[in-house]
């Protein structure tokens, strides 16, 4: 892990400034939580922290690094959206390879991606016996019917 040093960072959309010279320092191994309204920009800071958005001005750090125009993947950090989608019938691991498994990856690639994933994220217990199958998805029942009877 590293710090993250975010100072007089802002955002603005044309004339609209949405962020205004925000300054936080997280410190390594930090746990912190953004909490606000909705609108407030929590989710923009993070885009930007993550490089999703690019900054209007300020600086932001990672470690010693300063990784303003750095892109997203090589500034090795992760993030969980909010709208994220569990499908509740699939098993933790089935949920965490299933991007995988649409865009046709070998089952083995998957298996090593998810365990790898897994054992980063502390979810290895919770995988069990990890079982790629593909979900059907031309089930002649809706997901919430209960007088479904297909065979």
Known sequence: MASV????????????????GVDVLIDDGEFVVLVGPSGCGKSTLLRMIAGLENITSGEIRIGERVV??????????????QNYAL????????????SLMLRGAPKAEIVQRVSGAADILGLGPLLGPYRISTPSFASPCAPKSRNCTSA
């Open 5 to 20: 040093a975010i100072r007089d960072v802002r955002k603005a959309f044309g004339a609209i400034e949405v962020i205004h």
């Open 68 to 81: 303003n125009r750095v892109p997203p993947k090589e500034r090795d950090i992760a993030m969980v959206f």
């Open 87 to 98: 499908y509740p019938h699939m098993t933790v691991a089935a949920n965490m390879g299933f």
